[in-house]
């Protein structure tokens, strides 16, 4: 089991900055693949950002490209998303998950997840 809490959500003004962080507990986090998600009411999950149980392999959505990047710190069992240029459209639920394989881009790839946090831009 992998126990993952989100913080780090607000409200900020179109072209700002948020950093959401995830913090694991259970399994060693190490060993673990993790990603980042969001969520609008009435639509499907959708991957954003994800990363190696190394940090040394990352991929993202083509939508936040060149403005988002994920990182971890295994010292700190904590993963984050350093969110830059927020437009109104990235206003979402961000979920942090978590997979004891490789992970992947759908959400089916994750077996964990944390409660979520919300991020709202403002035009």
């Known amino acids: 089991q992998v126990q993952l809490v989100e913080s780090g959500g607000g409200l900020v003004q179109a072209g700002g900055s948020l950093k959401l962080s995830c913090a694991a507990s259970?399994?060693?986090?190490?060993?673990?693949?993790m990603g980042w998600f969001r969520q609008v009411p009435g639509k499907e999950r959708e991957f954003v950002a994800g990363i190696s149980w190394s940090g040394g392999s990352t991929h993202y959505a083509d939508s936040v490209k060149g403005r988002f990047t994920i990182s971890r710190d295994n010292a700190k069992n904590t993963v984050y998303l350093q969110m830059n240029s927020l437009k109104p459209e990235d206003t979402a639920a961000y979920y942090c998950?978590?997979?004891?394989?490789?992970?992947?881009?759908?959400?089916?790839?994750?077996?964990?997840w944390g409660q979520g946090t919300q991020v709202t831009v403002s035009s």
């Open positions: 259970g399994r060693t986090f190490s060993s673990v693949a």
């Open positions: 998950a978590a997979d004891v394989g490789f992970g992947g881009t759908h959400f089916g790839d994750f077996e964990f």
